[in-house]
Each structure stands twice: as structure tokens, then as C-alpha cells.
């Protein structure tokens, strides 16, 4: 391969709470945790990510953090868990929205735009990559960027997508995507 090479990489986007992490759920609907201490990688997520890598995928999180923006949680408490979960996980690099809703920014899920931010910066192919997410928002995100929709389906009180395919935990998902990435 070339310096001139136009061959591009292929990436998995990861939602972080819910998907890489456990999220809180409260009446059936997922928040982030609030502390480092309450922070737990999810079964399956760090051989998961190690399959991934092990062919070729670059991993991205794309993740809300609006309470930041409402000043709920502090800057440093989401970075503080966010370099735990790269310190432990073979993650490329983590995106964050930390707007609200109303704020009507370009890069807050369902938007897509961490996702094509990071496919700008680091080459990717959307069209062989995918989005692993646990809600609506990641899924409109991926349909909007064009990429592959996963969702893992918790059965949480609210409106869900039509994603690509479903499954019930990183495990399956990332089963499905081996499965594709082998057979062509």
C-alpha cells in the first residue's frame, strides 16, 4: 500500500453507555453513570473489541453526554470515565456530544455527526462499517450516516428503531458483524 493509497479503513461505532458500559436504569430508561465506581464494562465487551480489531475494524465511541451541557455532571467526571474505558479497552477514539436536545447541534445523536467526524479523521468506509447501540438515537445516527445499525435490544421504555439487525448483547452483535465480514 501506497502513500498515494486510497483504500479506506473499516470501523465499528459503539455507543457508550448501554453498549460498551452498564447504564443506569431508572423506569426503564438508561442514564450514564455518574462516577467512575459505578462505571462496569459490560460482559464481553473487551474480547469482543479484541475480535473486532483482530480484523481490521477501527472502534470509535459515539456518545451523548448531555449533562454536561445541563450542568448535572462535570466535564472532568465524563472524562474521567471515558479515559478508564480506553485505558481498558482497545478503543481508537471517543466522541462526545455534550449539548442538550435544544440545542439543535450537528453532532448529537440522532444526528450523525461524530460519526462522520471520526470517518474524516481517521479514513473510514462507511459503507463496510457499522454502529452497535442499545436506543433509538444510535440507530437514526447510524441510518443517517449510512453505516450498518445494530441495536442491542434492552427492552427499555421508549420508542425504538428499525435497526439492521437486533441482538441482545455485545456478543451477538459482534458475532453478526464476523459473520458478514467473512462471508465477503
Not at 62 to 78: A, E, F, M
Not at 139 to 148: G, L, M, N, P
Request: with cysteine.
Amino acid at each position: 500500500m501506497g502513500i498515494g493509497s486510497k483504500i479506506k479503513a473499516k470501523a465499528v461505532f459503539l455507543d457508550r453507555d448501554g453498549v460498551v458500559n452498564q447504564a443506569v436504569v431508572i423506569d426503564g430508561k438508561p442514564y450514564p453513570p455518574a462516577t467512575l465506581i459505578e462505571t462496569i464494562i459490560l460482559p464481553g465487551v473487551k474480547e469482543g473489541i479484541t475480535d473486532l480489531k483482530a480484523n481490521g475494524y477501527k472502534i470509535f465511541v459515539v456518545t451523548n453526554q448531555p449533562d454536561v451541557g445541563r450542568g448535572t455532571t462535570s466535564l472532568d467526571k465524563v472524562n474521567e470515565i471515558n479515559f478508564y474505558l480506553k485505558s481498558q479497552l482497545n478503543i481508537d477514539a471517543i466522541y462526545c456530544c455534550y449539548h442538550d436536545g435544544i440545542e439543535n447541534c450537528d453532532c448529537r445523536k440522532p444526528k450523525p455527526g461524530m460519526i462522520l467526524k471520526a470517518a474524516a479523521e481517521w479514513k473510514i468506509d462507511l459503507e463496510t462499517s457499522y454502529m452497535i447501540g442499545d436506543r433509538w438515537r444510535d440507530i437514526d445516527a447510524a441510518k443517517a450516516a449510512r453505516v450498518t445499525s445494530i441495536l442491542i435490544d434492552y427492552n427499555y421504555n421508549e420508542k425504538i428503531s428499525d435497526p439492521d439487525f437486533k441482538c441482545i448483547n455485545f456478543a451477538g452483535a459482534v458475532d453478526y458483524i464476523l459473520k458478514r465480514t467473512h462471508k465477503n
